[in-house]
């Protein structure tokens, strides 16, 4: 199995950055990650993509975060981060990773167990 950490989350004010990690337990040549996703989950409210990144670097965004939120990643460590600018009220939630890919041969994707983002206005 791969386990996807996440780090980052935190309570800041509105205006505010703050920047996400997610990193695949597994080495790039045992699990070859095609797309690694953020999604976020605010209370009473459906998880929702956030934004998204290809192996080859192609990336989309909600419409709500673009020009604040900008997704990168590092493929040799397995690992995506979530750089949050200009954080809104509207931007709180639980921010959740997922990594899909080829695992021992298999199309398979995970999930990290989410990191909590609060912004206060």
């Known amino acids: 199995q791969v386990q996807l950490v996440e780090s980052g989350g935190g309570l800041v004010q509105a205006g505010g950055s703050l920047r996400l990690s997610c990193a695949a337990s597994?080495?790039?040549?045992?699990?070859?990650?095609?797309?690694m996703t953020w999604y976020r989950q605010a209370p009473g409210k459906q998880r929702e993509l956030v934004a998204a990144?290809?192996?080859?670097?192609?990336?989309n965004y909600a419409d709500s975060v673009k020009g604040r939120f900008t997704i990168s990643k590092d493929n040799g460590k397995n690992t995506v981060y979530l750089q949050m600018n200009s954080l809104k009220p509207e931007d709180t939630g639980v921010y959740y990773c997922?990594?899909?890919?080829?695992?021992?041969?298999?199309?398979?994707?995970?999930w990290g167990q989410g990191t909590q983002v609060t912004v206060s206005s």
């Open positions: 597994r080495s790039s040549l045992i699990f070859i990650i095609s797309t």
């Open positions: 997922n990594a899909a890919g080829q695992y021992l041969g298999d199309e398979r994707d995970f």
């Open positions: 990144i290809t192996r080859g670097g192609s990336t």
